[in-house]
């Protein structure tokens, strides 16, 4: 009885372990802390955040040591207030939530009416404390507006991460419909990386160094490379844990067009593509004769 009870125990915490790692790796957190004017930490302030393309909000408050952190944050901009008894509200416009990673809002309180509200621009992490990995984020801006090749897709992109070897089509048509791309990430071989779409593992098993599905970069939202010492929830990799996640609905309509044309007219010709004319060699020289055997070039 208490084996069973022992291994219904561990089933659960696999089970619980599992949802939260998946959440981890398709959502993102902002933390921070409260303080006022003399540094000492805010208890009880309440934190509200809006994403006003989706209409999602969440609110939470901080805890004895002014601190607060919101989990599993679907990713978006979002706007941020933090507001407490006895000081002035404190907002930020337009924090960038992505996907596998931590945004940081510190609010420095002063003393004023509630009413009153103290508005900052968001600002860019220049170095992010809050995670140990080392990662790179791909936007759906840079895809859209750069010229993507490799039949537009989003695997072309890695190419500008340190570490990575030019990607490339490695086997036919026929054996990868997808058209992904294969690389080396650190060294590692071509099947060591990982790539998850919207957290579902996307491996194609019969060439497992490619990616079963490549989706259009018209919907993804934002691709998260990670390539040394990422969190164990993004397992499976030795070389590279790609999560895309793609867009999700917003409360306006939108789409998008382009024309893609690839024109090798003008491209400059390499000795493969010129045609090397020479004589016949099988024709008889001025110092043979007309019965001479036929060359073995024929």
Do not use: C
């Not at 939108?254 to 024709?283: C, M, Q, V, W």
């Not at 008889?284 to 004769?289: E, H, I, K, V, Y």
């Amino acid at each position: 009885m208490k084996i069973a009870q022992a291994f219904a125990s561990l089933v659960a915490i696999l089970y619980l372990s599992t949802g939260i790692s998946s959440a981890q790796v398709l959502y993102g957190s902002l933390v921070g802390n409260v303080t006022d004017p003399q540094q000492a930490a805010v208890v009880k302030a309440a934190v509200a955040v809006n994403n006003k393309a989706t209409g999602y909000s969440l609110a939470t408050t901080t805890d004895d040591r002014g601190a607060y952190d919101i989990l599993n944050l679907p990713p978006g901009v979002y706007d941020v207030k933090i507001f407490a008894p006895g000081f002035a509200a404190f907002e930020v416009k337009e924090i960038t939530i992505v996907a596998n990673n931590i945004a940081r809002v510190d609010a420095p309180l002063k003393v004023g009416n509630i009413n009153e509200t103290v508005t900052v621009g968001a600002e860019v992490a220049v170095l992010q404390t809050d995670r140990s990995d080392l990662h790179a984020d791909v936007a759906s801006k840079q895809l859209t507006e750069i010229a993507v090749g490799g039949y537009r897709n989003f695997q072309s992109m890695m190419d500008f991460i340190p570490g990575t070897s030019p990607g490339q089509f490695q086997n036919a048509s026929t054996d990868s419909p997808a058209r992904a791309l294969t690389t080396n990430v650190n060294g590692t071989a071509r099947n060591s990386n990982n790539t998850r779409i919207d957290g579902a593992a996307s491996v194609f098993t019969w060439l497992p160094h490619h990616a079963f599905y490549v989706p259009p970069i018209e919907s993804i939202e934002t691709v998260n490379i990670s390539t040394n010492n990422f969190d164990a929830e993004q397992g499976m990799s030795g070389g590279a844990a790609v999560s895309v996640i793609t867009k999700s609905g917003t409360n306006s309509f939108h789409g998008s067009a382009f024309e893609y044309h690839s024109n090798h007219n003008g491209a400059r010709k390499t000795s493969s593509s010129i045609r090397t004319l020479r004589p016949d060699r099988t024709r008889p020289s001025a110092s043979t004769t007309s019965s001479a055997a036929p060359s073995a070039d024929r």
